[in-house]
């Protein structure tokens, strides 16, 4: 039983995490039509300035975080006016374009950093123990930075004007256009917005795991895995597949062990689009 | 009055000619590993070690090679931790000659190049972990270290001297050759101690361990061995282990990389009780080491007790080398190499081993170490002797 | 004039959609674009909004050349667009469909517009949080036209407004047009089937094959509409 809770807390932590990944990716691809090879890269990028704020400047961790999300969105914003807007239509160009991003900043990060694991702790430490169950006060702290970030998200999405025009443009970028929204304007931010939250996970999760310039290419294999399981494009979907990609993935490894675990997540996934190639909650657009 | 002259004349153009062809001569011997991307440390240690031996060989003259006194030049190639560069690399050096080198490094490059040069006829040393890093079949291969095979059996009698209470432990490692052979080695060990253990596999690329956790504590384990676990995974296996109420000692039967692991985990205090191998127990003659290679070489050392753990291996071979008089013809030096005994003016005395674990006794088996934290504080590294 | 076409081309690879389209459209009236499909409407409409590039001839509107104008801020300079097809935002909300016309006019402008449309399309109230793409045809032009007036333009284009309507819809978007024309704002619409349009209209040009073939006042238009077979 004990193991039973065990896997749902850690399942549960998981598809916070997961959620914000993948909720990032969905919205560049939804909105852009890009597909981000480079979110790794954006992970990893908030994992290293926010150590190097703690590590190397001193900062408090808190503010070091602020400074992580701050710095990976600024760098998303940039790089999409400047290199992806060019390209924005041509689908091969701009995987190419990410993808050539990602192996700048891994190899960049190589050679700055080195190839080994940072010292970079969470500061708070210790576990709370409910019965038989372990629960780190780190993982719970980052559950509620994770929920809290997905609940903003989806205020920004579905409570301003400026996340009225990213779904408008993701639905019908001409009509957008003809109704005033400006692109040029609005896709910098949409990609910021995605890469910010990369890099707000990435210093919220790497002081709990480990940070070392390989961490990033799990991260962009989940967000894909994830965002294709709960449809392309689709936010509910996303956040929807990422819990259950987490709690999945902490269930099987907890009883069927490291290397089933993962065979299990994939089959299940391979199942699903065989009788729902749309994804969970993929859209199905009337055409009027 | 002309002959003399001529005489003098004709004497300094000849010593001109032998001193021109002395240093003419050149005996080429390679050095391989990776040199670049997360294992480079390891490749440079090897190439370092070739490279300060030679230097040593050049000192007194050179080696002579058919009545010539010829210089030994290292080619170094970057393998890149993979089984097909280290293949690549055979094939690269012997396109120009080269019969002996000093490397690879890990499991999958010794995999990669054992066929590859067997057919070159090429001499290889390599320092990996894999149950078949030596091979009979390839009488050509050599091993700078040992594997746990060797030395797992003299860890755990250490480790349960200072951790009696361990009567079970529980085995994490990566799922591929490089986990599961020395894994798979220390659990035999183990047992063999009367100590039960089980072995839990992960797919290389996790990054949270906190459900192979929960699995494995439900076996309720005394201690837990992260074996050949890279150490990034294994200081985050640790901070959970702990972070999830375990209290035992946990263990480390496998590669360097203590550093690391307390770096992420947390600290002295967050381990508390924890024993690991050490490929090299340090001495201050062994630091040594690093000032003979600033002297003769000019520059720093790359690669730490790596490049010194490599460094008899590349020692007896410049050895071998020019007790056969020869670069070219492997079998020959091999011959000559299998002649010396293992011992080495910095890193002490050891043996030849390898007998027992891979059927052909070409394996350098020096004293290693074990260290041990307890209850958050340095014991120590204990030197254990090479024994048969 | 408000809006001046000025001998307009426009050509889509190698076929040509408009040949030299004349069209005046003054300030505070009604001008409709009545034509088969092909005849070249929507693609004036696309033209003026930005949606195609011409490659000939001039749009001017309140006296600015809008070659140098890209489509995003023609809207802000005060042309609202509702498109052949209805084209709604199919995730959005019926409410977000229409605020999104309002985009950036900030909240006091877009409650006015919402609480404006809403007494004059109930629909928008029954289905306000309904996504769009569930609708059915007639609805979702309703929910198209209401994003299109929401930022209460100076000019409106409209193209095929009334296309497969049912009646009770078709009454609701000309009282909504016309309380839009008391106010000042100036329509630009098109049809295939004119009749209530010409209801509408002050003046009208008759176009087939690219081409403007007539205009005139709408009682002339009227005549020359049933000669033509277009009502």
Redesign the interface.
């Known amino acids: 039983m004990e193991q039973f809770l065990q896997a749902a807390v850690i399942g549960i932590s998981l598809g916070a995490q997961y959620a914000l990944l993948a909720l990032g990716f969905t919205l560049i691809f939804g909105i852009l039509g890009v597909v981000n090879f480079a979110h790794g890269g954006f992970y990893m990028i908030g994992g290293y300035v926010a150590y190097s704020c703690v590590g190397l400047l001193g900062l408090p961790y808190p503010l070091a975080v602020l400074i992580a999300v701050a710095a990976t969105a600024a760098l998303g914003w940039v790089f999409e006016l400047f290199l992806l807007e060019r390209l924005i239509d041509d689908h091969l160009a701009t995987l190419m374009l990410t993808l050539g991003l990602y192996l700048i900043v891994s190899n960049g990060l190589l050679r700055v950093f080195g190839p080994l694991s940072m010292e970079f702790s969470f500061p708070v430490s210790g576990s709370i123990q409910f019965g038989p169950i372990y629960v780190p006060r780190e993982n719970l702290i980052v559950l509620g930075i994770c929920l809290s970030a997905i609940l903003a998200l989806w205020l920004v999405l ?1 409570r301003t ?1 400026l996340g ?2 990213l ?2 443009l ?3 970028r ?11 304007l609005l896709f910098p931010a949409a990609f910021a917005l995605a890469t910010g939250l990369a890099g707000l996970t990435g210093a919220l999760v790497t002081p709990i795991l480990a940070l070392s310039p390989g961490v990033g290419d799990p991260v962009l294999a989940t967000s894909f895995l994830t965002v294709i399981l709960g449809g392309l494009g689709s936010l509910g979907g996303a956040a929807l597949a990422a819990f259950i990609v987490g709690i999945v993935e902490a269930y099987s490894s907890v009883y069927f062990g490291g290397s089933i675990g993962a065979l299990v997540l994939f089959t299940l996934v391979l199942l699903l689009l065989v009788f729902r190639p749309t994804g969970l909650l993929g ?1 199905e ?2 055409g ?1 | 009055m002309k002959t003399s002259v001529t005489l003098l004349a004709a004497a300094f153009s000849l010593a001109a000619t032998v001193a021109a062809q002395a240093q003419d001569c050149t005996a080429k011997v390679g050095a391989m590993g990776p040199m670049s991307g997360g294992a480079a440390q390891w490749g440079l240690a090897m190439a370092g070690a070739a490279e300060l031996a030679a230097a040593e060989v050049n000192a007194t003259g050179g080696v002579t090679i058919n009545g010539k006194k010829c210089k030994i030049v290292v080619v170094s190639y970057d393998s890149k931790y993979t089984a097909d560069g280290a293949a690549a690399g055979a094939n690269a050096l012997a396109s120009e000659g080269i019969k002996i080198i000093i490397g690879p490094v890990g499991s999958p490059e010794a995999t990669g190049i054992k066929p590859v040069a067997a057919r070159n006829e090429q001499l290889t040393w390599n320092a990996a972990y894999a149950k078949n890093a030596l091979e009979a079949k390839y009488p050509l291969v050599f091993h700078i270290a040992p594997g746990p095979g060797t030395w797992s059996d003299a860890m755990v009698k250490h480790a349960l001297k200072h951790f009696p209470q361990i009567k079970s432990v529980a085995l994490v490692a990566p799922n591929d050759q490089g986990g599961t052979d020395i894994a798979s080695v220390d659990a035999v060990a183990y047992r063999n101690n009367g100590v039960k253990a089980t072995e839990e596999y992960y797919q290389r690329g996790t990054t949270n361990f906190a459900p192979i956790i929960t699995r494995l504590l439900a076996t309720n384990p005394d201690a837990v061995d992260t074996a050949s676990s890279p150490p990034g995974d294994a200081g985050v296996i640790v901070k959970q282990l702990r972070l999830a109420g375990f209290k035992g000692p946990i263990g480390r039967m496998g590669g360097p990389g203590t550093e690391e692991i307390l770096r992420v985990s947390g600290g002295m205090d967050v381990l508390k009780d924890f024993y690991w191998f050490e490929t090299v127990a340090v001495t201050d003659q062994m630091r040594e080491i690093d000032n003979i290679y600033r002297k003769l070489l000019g520059k720093e050392p790359v690669g730490g007790t790596a490049l010194w753990g490599n460094l008899p291996a590349a020692r007896m071979t410049m050895k071998a080398i020019v007790n056969a008089g020869t670069v070219e013809d492997a079998a020959k030096v091999a011959a000559e190499l299998r002649k010396l005994p293992v011992e080495d003016p910095n890193m002490g005395k050891g043996l030849w081993a390898g007998q027992k674990q891979y059927g052909i006794n070409q394996e350098l088996f020096f004293a290693f170490g074990v260290g041990i934290i307890k209850d958050g504080k340095e014991v120590g590294i204990a030197r254990i002797e090479p024994t048969n | 004039m408000l809006l001046q076409i000025d001998a307009l081309h426009v050509r889509y690879g190698g076929i040509t959609a408009l040949s030299g389209v004349s069209i005046d459209v003054p300030e505070g009236e009604t001008v409709l674009l009545v034509g088969a499909n092909g005849a070249g409407k929507s693609s004036t409409i696309n033209a003026i ?3 195609v590039s011409p490659s000939g001839g001039r749009i001017v509107f309140d006296g600015k050349d809008l070659a140098t104008t890209p ?6 300079l005060g042309i609202g ?1 509702s ?1 052949e097809g ?7 909300s019926v409410t ?1 469909n229409v ?3 309002a ?2 006019l900030g909240r006091a402008k877009q409650k006015e517009a919402l609480d404006w449309l809403r007494s004059v399309f109930p629909l928008l109230v029954d289905r306000e949080k309904q996504p769009a ?5 007639g609805q ?1 032009q309703i929910v198209a036209l209401s ?1 299109a007036m929401a ?1 209460f333009p100076r000019l409106l284009l409209l193209d095929e407004p009334f296309l497969g309507l049912a009646p009770v819809w078709i009454q609701q978007i000309s009282d909504a047009i016309l309380q839009l024309r008391a106010r000042g704002t100036t329509v630009l619409m098109t049809e295939q089937m004119a009749r209530p349009a010409l209801k509408l209209a002050t003046r009208g040009y008759v176009m087939r094959g690219g081409e403007v073939r007539r205009s005139g006042t709408v009682s002339e238009i009227r005549d020359l509409a049933l000669a033509d077979e277009y009502l």
Not at chain 3, 71 to 76: H, M, N, S, T
Not at chain 3, 86 to 92: E, Y
Not at chain 3, 133 to 137: A, I, N, T, V
Request: glycine letters at 10%; aromatic letters at 8%.
């Open positions: 579905f004007d009225r025009a779904r408008a993701a639905d019908d001409q009509v957008a256009m003809a109704q005033g929204m400006r692109p040029k859209r657009i009337r009027a | 909004i930005g949606l489509c995003e801020r023609r809207a802000r667009y498109p209805r084209r709604v935002f199919p995730t959005l977000d605020l999104s016309g985009f950036g793409g569930q609708l059915s045809g979702q994003r930022s």
